[in-house]
């Protein structure tokens, strides 16, 4: 496979994906259809990704828990959208130990129902509230077409999930948590996205109203980065989760559920992601900078040797994630290709012309060739390293940003809409009727991605029927 | 049940256990029998636990991935001895996305035979050993009799799983995580523990060698906390894991495994704990320091809460977890029970009195009463509290190996062995044999916990037929 040409992004932008997954040794396919392994670097990406969701939780008064995979089949009956939006997509496990299950088990597909279970337990007055837990963990949902890290039988996430005294908490907090997520990925992942509601039929499955970040891939479709769900009283009644008010009356909980997952990974690749192969955005890079030795004679080796250590453990002291490249027998040629394949932002070479005018050669890895090149004094490089990594953090966004808002289109008519939609995204007026959001989709692929917070115009009318409407919405193809 | 008395330890061990955990909300049982919930405070402590193994498992090398929790039936088959160890507790899904399956998956008991399938793929040369991944997750056993932390049919650990080119490799490696898990248990758990070699009959099932670390219990029992096994080429031949050696020849790998659990949370709580409830120690507690002000008019409560702020934002900048009770409408003698129950390290209370004389009260956890009260200036308190923090993790360990060391008998003969196997370990020569090993566990209802790697005598006789022996091991009733 190595040997093979990765395709380009325009001759075929889905397989370009897949060898970069396999190639960079993100992930890998487990020996169950639609299972993913995530490889070791596809993993310490996760990692940084969710210390970066889990510091920002944990400053808004979350905490983590670890509720089981195993769900009573009867559970997922209780809430009435749930069982429907679910039910198809169940893993059963119908033997345990040996013998077969007097109520057959599903492994999570989400874990609002037990959850459910616990706070009906847990909570009793209105001091037990708002109760604010997240858990790290996999689910396990059936689905048919699957592609690593965008759509997979298991897939890794959390689930936050709260409970409150009062409608307008519960609202409040599924707001707090998409400004979150979309604070995460344009500030992390360098990712811009679009935050907004979500129309009535892509809700999530037992929802009053969801709330998601969309971002923009390479090839103009949109991903779905992150939902957050205000629940209403909905679990909270077909689990009984009540308190006691401040004048001894028992009333409902407001719940709310949020989640964001290693479909991540995928938006990244897919964002960044150039020719070469992957490009991480610095702040959650695993390897922020490799430093790549070069040399012919073994006293060079032995001296280049040297200086790329010291110069890795003074980049370690500030704080930097840095790696040599010490693999023999491969050229630095090779290396140089096989890490901006792995989509390290920064490389540094150092040979033995380096050493002698006590400088390095830095090559940017958003800027392919001479233009993101440049020498460096050795002498300060941890400090020229960090501002360099900033500016690179930086320049993917704009980037992102700028091909998004390129391929974004205020389509005037349907025509102009259906133009739009082939390339990118329509912003457009929507009069909410699922009506038109069902022809749309129908006609051309795209659907209502969000209606986003932000809105500019009061008033216009419906791209489609024409009628009168208050909101504009972001349509686009969709992963 | 809060209002119910707590058992004295010397009255019903395992009834104060299941208490404890439920009071101080650590766990509560699941809708599914056998399966936990863990709860916050019991999740943070988990979570302190994973940090301070995650980090000696990166400084020697090791990284983390995720493999998928379905596995194929048909894999488990693939390793004589593990089929026979794990089939009678499978969890099998037989139902995905409401059609019968095919091939029938099981939730992984352990991860050995998807990790064989993955190394097979990865692995081609000896340029690619050593592998030395980790990964976070949980797995399902099918127990039938189960207890919070201790065994349930899902549980949390981490379970490392590595390749190698030679014997030697892979058998330094088992023995070095096993070191490690010792080290982490005693330097910050504060558990004392014995490392050694499992005999044949107690080995992991595909093992060729188990370690593992023993703890004694607040009741004598051993409890085992880590094993660390040697699979030999046991799974490299039953997933043809082979690399080219230097010499172009194609050779089977080595292999390793090891684990530690959630588990681990029950044995910080046997070992620890008094007839109050919980004691934490200080590296590993989620909250190492309350403070509890005290008041009675609202003008007190104003400076109180000030002064007590104040102290918690010094104290988190001097890097100590801690956290204020600002619970209203309950008294300090409450506050002092309940965080006493939760096992915080340290207790600060601060009242107007001690506003006036610029000091604060501190309360150690684990002196009881008086002797562990003592008076402080509150300028340079971190300073002094860090130091007690520290104080009470020596005093933990101490406690812990004097009571295991007071409970731990050479029996000179079998009868003394009966005697000590009653309330705690016996240390004693043991021939080897199975025949024996099985009569005294029939007899004794003891078992050869480990044979400790410290060995102090070359050889004895047998506690049991009185045949020559080489070495001692370590007997009691275990978990």
Known sequence: MADQKLPTRAEDFSEW???????AELADYAPVRGCMIVRPYGWALWENIQQALDRR??????VNAAFPLLIPRSFIEKEQSH??????????????GGEKLEEPLVIRPTSETIIGYAYAK????????????????????????????????????????TAHATFDEAEAETRQMLEI????????????????????????????????????????????????????????????????????????????????????????????????GLILPPRLAPTQVVIVPIYKTDEEKTQVFDAARK???????????????????TSPGFKFNDWEMRGVPLRIEIGPKDLAKGSVVLARRDKPGKEGKSFQPQQGLPAAVST?????????????????DANTKEPKNYEEFKAAVETGFAWAFWCGSPDCEAKIKEETKATVRCIPLAQTESSGTCILCGQRSTEKGIFGRAY
Chains 1, 2 share one sequence.
């Not at 939780?57 to 979350?62: D, E, L, V």
């Not at 069982?83 to 345990?96: K, Q, R, Y």
């Not at 001091?127 to 997979?152: A, C, G, H, M, Y």
């Not at 500016?391 to 091909?403: E, G, K, P, V």
């Open 17 to 23: 994906y897949n060898q970069i997954v396999l190639r």
């Open 57 to 62: 939780f944990k400053a808004t008064g979350h």
């Open 83 to 96: 069982v429907a939006g679910f039910s198809p997509e169940l893993a059963v496990v119908t033997i345990g």
């Open 122 to 161: 847990w909570i009793q007055s209105y001091r037990d509230l708002p109760v604010l837990i997240n858990q790290w963990n996999s689910v396990v949902r059936w689905e048919l077409r699957t592609k690593l890290f965008l759509r997979t039988l298991e897939f890794f996430w959390q689930e936050g999930h």
């Open 181 to 276: 997520y979309a604070d995460f990925a344009i500030n992390e992942a360098a990712v811009p996205v679009i935050a907004g509601r979500k129309s009535a039929s892509e809700r999530f499955a037992g929802a009053d109203q969801t709330y998601s970040i969309e971002a923009m891939m390479g090839d103009g479709k949109a991903l779905q980065a992150g939902t957050s769900h205000n629940l209403g009283q909905n679990f909270a009644k077909a689990f009984n989760i009540r308190y006691l008010d401040r004048d001894g009356v028992l009333q409902f909980c407001w719940t709310t559920s949020w989640g964001l997952s290693t479909r991540f990974v995928g938006a990244i690749i897919m964002v960044h992601g150039d020719d070469q």
């Open 311 to 329: 110069m890795r453990d003074a980049l370690i002291a500030a704080g930097v994630r840095v790696r040599t490249d010490e693999r023999e027998g």
């Open 388 to 404: 360099i990594l900033e500016d690179i953090q930086a320049a993917l966004l704009t980037r992102a940003r700028n091909f998004r």
